[in-house]
Every structure is written in C-alpha cells, then in structure tokens.
C-alpha cells in the first residue's frame, strides 16, 4: 500500500512538474415541471450541462503550447442509463498558439456553436435553440478539431471526424467582430444532412441582442429564426429569447437569474414551445440553483 501511495504521488508530482493542470466545472439543479401535451411530470432536473474538467498545459516556448481537456458530464443526482464516462463531452490533446489550434478526439462542432454562442440561455436550461434549430448532435468524435486567427476579431474553425463509410461528419464556422457586432456563420454536412447557420449579436447600453437563421435540409427540411434579449439590472439578469420555424413550430422562453457571487446563481425559466397537434405542445417551468468551480 506504502508503495502504491507513493508512485501515485511521484505521477502526480511529474505531471504538476511538467504542466499546469486545473480543475473546474459546474453543478445545476432545477425543481422543474414540464408538460407535454396532455402529460404533466415533476422532477429534481439536472442541468444537461453539469460537468467536471480536468485540463492541462504546457509551455512548448516560440509561443506553442500542448494542451489536453478531459470535459466529463455529471449525473449530479441520479444514476442511470449507461453512467458517466470520462471525457463523454470533450477529451482532446492538441497544440494552440496566437495564430491558431488543432485538437484531436471528440468536441462540439462548429455549427452547434454558432447557435449557442447566440443564444441568450446558451442551449442550457430553459432554451427553445434546440426546437428552432437542428442542433447536429452538439458533438462528434475521432475527429480534428482546428482553428486559425488570420488577423484580430476573425477566428475560422474546420472540424472533420472520421466514422463508418457515409457517416463522417464536416463541420466549418468563421466569427468576426467588427464595430460592436459579433457575425458568426457556419455549416455542418453528414452524407445528404446539411445545416447552414448564420447569426449576429451586440450589446447596447448594456443590452445583449441576438439572432440567429438556420436552413436545414436531409431527410426533414426546416428554416428556423431565433432572436433573444439579455439585461442586467445590478445583480439580476432578465433574458427573453422567440423562435419559429417553418414546420409550424412556434417557441418562446423568458427566464431571470440572481447571482450570489461570480460562481453562484439562482435562475427561474420557463419555455414554452407549440408544435403541429397539442400532443407534442410542451411548457416547461423550473427553478435552480448554480454553482461553477
């Protein structure tokens, strides 16, 4: 036992030794209801985002610096399904630099973040982003993961994976700031699935303004639009977000949080979403308490 302790210290004092490692993460849980159609359900919910992540880096010099993110999603109150597998979110090992990165393993996609970089709830509790856009599965895996800052304001990101023949996945996104404005587009493409993705933000006199447009086409073609507002007012934050698609989808969700401290927060959601025939109508409300580490 003496000398398992003691390797196990050695390892870590090498890997502390060799680079910097923190720890982070976040925990979120809401006393939430939600009805779809007809069908009323209460639940302790588990913010889809709860996570751990355990991240490295190292000083290569010139600029260059190894990287690793081990991203692993919390259960946070219950134990099912398959459980918690390490870097289920994100676990890459990459190199980054001011001029650009490249990161192997499994990551979200560039599509998914030009919608959740706009999105005033940032696909968390309480967003109608996934009812008005297709959201492509937030990740892929065994892929490659690169961007690149050809000069300030403008990042360009490719993301490629690897799967079975007919499977693998492209993604490709550019972000540019310019006068106040944040312009993102992006674009996903799996075999005849395709996802183009524009949108634009900015603040005014403290008011976060968003919106986004997705055009969507495979087996379902869908065109969606999402706008949404966000203000502070001292230590609150009332944010508002109204989306619709062209399958007769019509969404909204209004939400207000209080915050402790930097880390921690109270939030009170409530989305709504109408869909083609009441049965598949939904209204959610819940409120929950934040913490980030």
């Known amino acids: 036992m003496k000398k398992i302790a003691l ?11 060799s680079a910097q490692v923190s720890i982070s993460g976040k925990v979120a849980q809401f006393v939430d209801n939600t009805k779809t159609g007809a069908i009323s359900n209460s639940s302790i919910a588990g913010e889809p985002t709860n996570n751990i992540t355990i991240s490295a880096t190292e000083n290569l010099g010139g600029g260059l610096k190894a990287r690793v993110i081990l991203d692993t999603s919390i259960g946070a109150n219950t134990i099912n399904g398959s459980g918690t597998q390490m870097g289920d979110r994100q676990g890459t090992v990459g190199l980054a630099s001011g001029v650009g990165s490249v990161d192997v393993g499994r990551n979200v996609h560039s599509e998914f973040l030009a919608i959740t970089n706009n999105d005033v ?11 008005v856009h297709n959201l492509r599965g937030l990740r892929v895996s065994n892929g490659v993961f690169a961007t690149v800052t050809p000069f300030k304001g403008v990042t360009a990101s490719y993301d490629r994976t690897q799967g079975a023949t007919g499977t693998d996945a492209t993604s490709f996104g550019l972000v540019g700031t310019f006068a106040g404005f944040t312009a993102t587009a992006a674009r996903f493409e799996q075999g005849i699935e395709t996802s183009t ?8 006199a403290g008011t ?8 969507d086409k495979g087996v379902v073609n869908s065109e969606g639009d999402l706008i949404g507002v966000a203000k502070a007012f001292g230590p609150y934050t009332a944010k508002a977000s109204y989306g619709r698609t062209n399958q007769d ?12 401290s930097k880390r921690t927060d109270l939030e009170v959601a409530y989305r709504n979403v109408e869909k083609a025939g009441t049965a598949q109508d939904i209204a959610q409300v819940g409120v929950g308490l934040i913490h980030r580490f």
């Open 121 to 131: 709830f940032g696909t968390t509790y309480g967003s109608v982003a996934g009812d």
């Open 197 to 204: 993705v524009v949108g634009l933000s900015t603040n005014i």
């Open 249 to 260: 989808v019509k969404a909204y969700s209004v939400g207000v949080g209080y915050a402790f």
């Open 208 to 215: 976060r303004l968003t919106y986004t447009h997705s055009d």
């Open 7 to 17: 390797a196990t210290l050695l390892a870590a004092t090498t890997m502390f030794a």
